[in-house]
């Protein structure tokens, strides 16, 4: 017969063959279904939320203040998972219901802040759609919730969850390329003209107020309306936000492995751009080059929104690494190191991005995932700085201990913004 202790000693073994424990008390098993309220989902939401049922996740409940999009998305996620999810206006209304265990935040950037934050103290954990935040206090703020109340906090930087971005990070920071002086990151691509169309009437079943939301209040016009509403100030944050904050994730993943992330932001960026093309209602540039200083390299992002014709390193969205012995160049399909004769050194093909699904096994384990808040929130500081840069039309000083612009005013004065009475943040983080 066995005696107690070679008992114990076997259990144990057993238990770890079967893998680590995992002793949170809000963990649950691999099988278990994750209930999620999607809200807004005409364009990337809608991606995000197909995605997530593929993982095995279930749309409880689906959150638009736009009559016409919820027809349109209710049916395809019906299809998608079997079952037709609700349907609400009001996304306070998700926050109440006791079955949901997540939000994916799909909205325009200018509501990401307040849904986040009200999301945390609610509960929920959330997947939020890039950029986190409209400013730098905000994407402190969503950090914050995020640990008080203990909620895993994904941000839509797919990139993070593709093992051949991970690996070219980790090559650049293995040193094969020798140091690192030059960063780059970019988008070369064709944006159409959206004209200048009149202020009007919003459309039928829409509650125009709600998607004003904290943004000033407007006449509706078209362009400040579905998917247009990124070339516009109070909604969104520039391409730079849109399009860059994909390609920086990757260049400041790399920094991070090198210098760690309480050393991963610079210290001087200077932002050159404007609306060089068509002469339209966006206000965001259409051509742009943002330097960042680092102090021993030098970190770049140029966009080109006016031809895909020959993109930089030959792929139209990337990031590229240049030490003294060698270059990476990584995109959607894969990467190449190149040796100082251009002989490729390392290479790596295109893996798929299971952003969504890396979500759900976080949501379950309670364990951080990919694209933690906090790792949202650094690329997508990048972004605020370059934009700020831009605004001014000079260089910035920044600090990345204090995270301000010492003895710069008007700097600092976009670390906060403005917002319409009646939907100013909560205060969540001293309740």
Excluded at 83 to 101: G, Q
Excluded at 338 to 362: Q, V
Aim: charged fraction near 25%; include cysteine; aromatic fraction near 8%.
């Amino acid at each position: 017969m066995e005696n107690r202790r070679s008992f114990v000693l076997k259990s144990g073994m057993s238990l770890l063959a079967a893998g680590p424990l995992n002793l949170n008390p809000l963990a649950r098993g691999a099988n278990e279904k994750v209930t999620l309220a999607l809200v807004g989902g005409r364009n990337q939401g809608k991606g995000v939320a197909k995605r997530a049922i593929q993982a095995g996740g279930v749309i409880k409940t689906y959150c638009d203040i736009d009559d016409s999009i919820s027809a349109k998305v209710v049916p395809e996620l019906a299809e998608a998972q079997g079952r037709s999810p609700e349907t609400v206006r009001d996304f306070r209304r998700v926050l109440e219901d006791k079955d949901i265990d997540a939000l994916i935040i799909a909205t325009p950037d200018h509501w990401h802040t307040n849904m986040s934050l009200l999301a945390c103290q609610a509960g929920k954990d959330i997947y939020i759609e890039k950029p986190l935040s409209q400013t730098i206090r905000e994407g402190q703020m969503i950090r914050d919730a995020a640990r008080k109340y203990n909620r895993v906090a994904q941000v839509g930087t797919q990139r993070r969850s593709g093992e051949h971005f991970r690996a070219a990070a980790e090559y650049v920071a293995s040193g094969k390329l020798g140091k690192i002086c030059l960063i780059k990151a970019w988008m070369c691509q064709l944006r159409a003209t959206i004209g200048n169309p009149p202020d009007g009437s919003p459309p039928a079943g829409v509650d125009y107020d709600a998607w004003l939301g904290p943004a000033p209040s407007r006449p509706f016009n078209p362009n400040r309306f579905h998917y247009n509403w990124r070339f516009f100030w109070d909604y969104g944050n520039s391409e730079l936000g849109n399009q860059g904050v994909h390609m920086l994730d990757v260049a400041i993943w790399a920094v991070q492995l090198m210098r760690g992330f309480d050393n991963c932001l610079p210290t001087r960026v200077s932002s050159n751009g404007g609306i060089y093309w068509l002469d339209d209602a966006k206000e965001v540039p259409d051509t742009q080059t943002t330097t960042y200083d680092y102090g021993d390299y030098l970190m770049t992002w140029e966009l080109r929104s006016f031809a895909r014709h020959r993109p930089i390193e030959g792929t139209a969205a990337g990031t590229s690494f240049h030490g003294v012995d060698g270059t990476l160049v990584v995109d959607g399909g894969g990467w190449k190191a190149y040796g100082g004769d251009g002989a490729i050194l390392a290479s790596m093909e295109e893996t798929p991005l299971l952003h969504e699904k890396n979500f759900l096994e976080s949501v379950k384990s309670r364990k951080r995932p990919n694209a933690d808040v906090e790792i949202g929130r650094l690329s997508t500081t990048l972004c605020h700085l370059g934009n700020i840069s831009q605004h001014l039309r000079r260089e910035i000083v920044f600090d990345p201990k204090t995270e301000t612009f010492p003895g710069d005013e008007a700097a600092n004065s976009y670390l906060v913004k403005e917002y319409r009475r009646n939907y100013r943040l909560p205060n969540v983080l001293h309740s």
